[in-house]
Every structure is written in C-alpha cells, then in structure tokens.
C-alpha cells in the first residue's frame, strides 16, 4: 500500500511500471533499460566513428545500423557523463534527454514536486521540454501512487456540506461543541442551560466530543429533561434548521 501523505516509493512505482511492461507484447522504445540504454550510446558512437572514417570498410548492416542510430540518437557529455539525447533537429537548440527506466521514478519524482504536485496538463509539459521518452501512462502510474495528492483528493470530495441532516421537527436534534475559552472565563458555565430554557430542550443532544459531555452539568441536564438523549458522534456542519452551539468550556 502507498503510504498517504507521502510521495511514490521508488519501490512500489518500479514494481508497478515492470508489471505494465511485461504485459506489453511489443518492445516499447520509450522504455529502455540501462543496459539498453549504455548499448545505444555505443552505438551511436560507433555510428559517429563509422561517419567520420569513411574509408573504413563496414558491412552494409553496419552502415545501416549506423545511419538508423544517428537519425534517432545523439549523445552528449554532462558533469563527465555520457547521456542519450535524441537527434537534433536543423534548429533545434533544447536537447531532449531520454531516461532509462532505472531514473523515470527520479525523473517523475522531481517534475512532480517542480510543479507543486500539479496533475497530467502540468506534468507532460514541464517534462517534454526536458526528456524525449517520458509517457503519459508513466505519469499517470506515478500520480496515482502519490499519497500527497490522493489525500487532497478525498479531502475535497468529503466537503463540508455533505448529508445535510433534515428534520421535520424543531428540536429534533442539536448539535453541540466545545470551544475552549478557558483563557477569557466568564464564570460559571450557565449557557447550555440557558439556551435551553429559552428555546425548550432538544429530543437528541450530539456531540463528537465523548467523555468531555459526561459530567455534572450534562447529569443535571438529565434531571431537568429526562427525555433528553445524549449521543456521540461525528458532528455536521451547516445544516439548516439546527442550532450549532458552542460552548464554554466547563471550567471544573
Ligand atoms: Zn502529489
């Protein structure tokens, strides 16, 4: 499982994407090894080394083998490595680098965080000025493991305003929280029950906040309303037609 609010392991990503690759049935050129990948820059330089010495006897595969890797593949020395670019074109100034499978999770991973965990629209385009064989379904392998972003999603889905509670009746149900005032106290607690006595007593008192609605002014509440039933559970905000109370925090 992908860890949430974390970005994609290089584990995980690179034994998803071999599952996608054995399941291709043609040999895909934008995926290459690094073995693959080190065979095409010597290639490419034989290829240049065959171009240069034309003089040089070479069989016609050779020859041809030669002409198909410069028309394809370039390779360039950066900070003392050799890299595979793809061929330039007349014009061309941007280099495209290809990246072997081994360095997509890197390639992915750096992209992703370039662009604040933006999605596919921004992802493909950052990475094209920059790499030649990147893929839209490595991108969306790598952005449907990244804990970061699937927790943004459910975030939003949940909203605020999800299942309104509807009742027919006034005072079906409240629902109530604490806000911890304890730092501005206007003495003792008095305002659930002053609210109570104003607007009549609830069916359904609801609280998320557990044991902190089991004390005494809650137990006299009961006395005063033995009707009145008290229940744990996730509040819902913006509900219509339902009083949201906050109250003081009970100062022992
Ligand atoms: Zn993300």
Not at 6 to 15: G, N, Q, T, V
Not at 85 to 102: S, T
Request: proline share 4%.
């Amino acid at each position: 499982m992908q860890d949430p609010d974390k970005l994609p392991s290089r584990e995980i990503f690179d034994s998803r994407l071999s599952k996608i690759l054995k399941a291709k049935k043609a040999k895909n050129l934008a995926y290459m090894t690094k073995i693959e990948y080190s065979k095409f820059i010597e290639e490419v330089k034989e290829a240049k080394a065959l171009r240069a010495a034309k003089d040089k006897p070479c069989t016609v595969a050779q020859r041809s083998l030669a002409q198909r890797r410069l028309a394809r593949f370039g390779v360039v020395e950066v900070n003392g490595e050799e890299k595979l670019i793809a061929a330039m074109k007349p014009g061309q100034n941007q280099m495209l680098f290809f990246a072997p499978v081994e360095e997509l999770h890197q390639v992915l991973e750096e992209a992703h965080i370039a662009v604040g965990h933006g999605g596919k629209n921004r992802m493909l385009p950052h990475l094209k000025q920059q790499y030649k064989n990147v893929t839209e379904e490595a991108v969306l392998l790598y952005l449907s493991l990244c804990g970061i972003c699937l927790n943004k999603k459910t975030a939003k889905k949940r909203g605020l305003t999800v299942k309104p509670m509807v009742f027919r009746e006034m005072n079906d149900r409240w629902q109530v929280d604490l806000v911890d005032w304890q730092t501005s106290p206007d003495g003792e607690f008095k305002h659930l029950l002053s609210i109570m006595l104003c607007f009549g007593a609830p069916c359904i008192l609801q609280s998320d906040n557990g044991k902190e609605f089991c004390n005494e002014i809650i137990t006299s509440l009961k006395k005063t309303w033995p009707e009145l039933k008290i229940v744990h559970g996730k509040l819902i905000f913006l509900v219509l037609n339902t009083k949201f109370i906050k109250l003081k925090k009970l100062k022992e």
